[in-house]
């Protein structure tokens, strides 16, 4: 799924720390050197948090307006974009066992030719699921 929210990014008092959040996703707070460093900090939680609240089936919050937010006068704020595919898809590495079941002429062709019917599936899902195009 595609997200847009705002983040807020308040620098410490000598500007060499930014302390940021997302508003609408509770506890999604976090720190960075630098505000590009922030950026990549509060979007990584924020997909997190997300990735989370969408396996435990939670309600994910719609996005508040930036004029209804809280902002400090000295904050800075910007729209992130989470994609929890993607970022699925860049965490996850784990491997899942699947039995699939194949003609046996077509089992044999394959192992015959040295092909691996496993990295096979996953290049023809990618190409179905493309997890990284916009739905």
């Keep these: 799924m595609k997200y847009i929210y705002t983040a807020i990014f308040i ?3 000598d500007g060499t720390k930014y302390y940021c959040r997302v508003p609408d996703l509770p506890g999604c707070i976090t720190t960075g050197d630098n505000i590009d460093d922030a950026i990549e900090m509060i979007t990584d939680a ?3 948090w997300l990735v989370v609240a969408e396996d435990e089936e939670n309600d994910i919050p719609a996005a508040t307006p930036q ?3 809280s902002i400090p006068e000295n904050a800075i704020c910007s729209i992130i974009r989470i994609d929890t595919l993607a970022y699925r898809a860049a ?3 784990r491997a899942v066992r699947k ?3 194949l003609p046996a002429w077509m089992a044999a062709l ?3 030719r040295g092909v691996n019917c496993s990295q096979v599936l996953q290049d023809g899902l990618m190409r179905m699921l493309n997890p990284g195009q916009v739905q």
Excluded: G, H, I
């Design 11 to 13: 620098p410490n008092e």
């Design 46 to 48: 924020a997909s997190s």
């Design 67 to 69: 004029y209804d937010l």
């Design 91 to 93: 965490t996850d590495t």
């Design 99 to 101: 039995n699939v079941s």
């Design 110 to 112: 394959a192992e015959k």
